[in-house]
């Protein structure tokens, strides 16, 4: 298996979360995992992206139109990722309006708007873009059983809420 994920958002939305999720996903199966920050996480509310390969390898840093997967927390951060994502690649972004004809496979949900609804906590909005991933991108490199048992791994005091989380993108997306 050789998948290449770029995750983008703003510090504070639990980017680095999810690339530990996955790690520990590909640890589980003993896959090879590299994974990059690449830009600053001191500060709260700055941009934030990281690049994640999962299989055989040798530098971190994905190239342009290399990426098999975007999962963008924020819309204008999927956007300024989307030069890394391959012809046949997929997005999965947090936005409230619709893009532009975009010409890549595209889940685009107002992630925010469900968390300002009360449907879950804020600070769940990276757990339920997960979500949605798994639910729409055929090729996820990962099973739902997986993500779950690597959530559980990571955190057993909130694995619960997180799961339920994971699960009600999933249900909200294939419905």
Partial sequence: MKYQIVIAGFGGQGVVFLVKVLAICAGNRDIPFLGTENHGMSQRG????????????TNPVIDKNQANLIIGLDANESLRNIAFLRADGAMVTNAKEDYPSIPFKLA??????????????????????????????????????????????????VAEQNIKILDMAIKNYIS
């Fill in 46 to 57: 700055g941009a934030v992206s990281c690049d994640i390969k999962i299989g055989d390898f």
């Fill in 108 to 157: 685009r949900v107002d992630a925010n708007a469900k968390a300002l609804n009360k449907e879950f906590p804020i600070q769940g909005l990276n757990v339920y873009m997960l979500g949605v991933a798994l639910a729409c991108v055929e090729d996820f490199p990962f099973s739902v059983d997986e993500v779950k048992r690597a959530i559980t791994q990571m955190n057993a005091k």
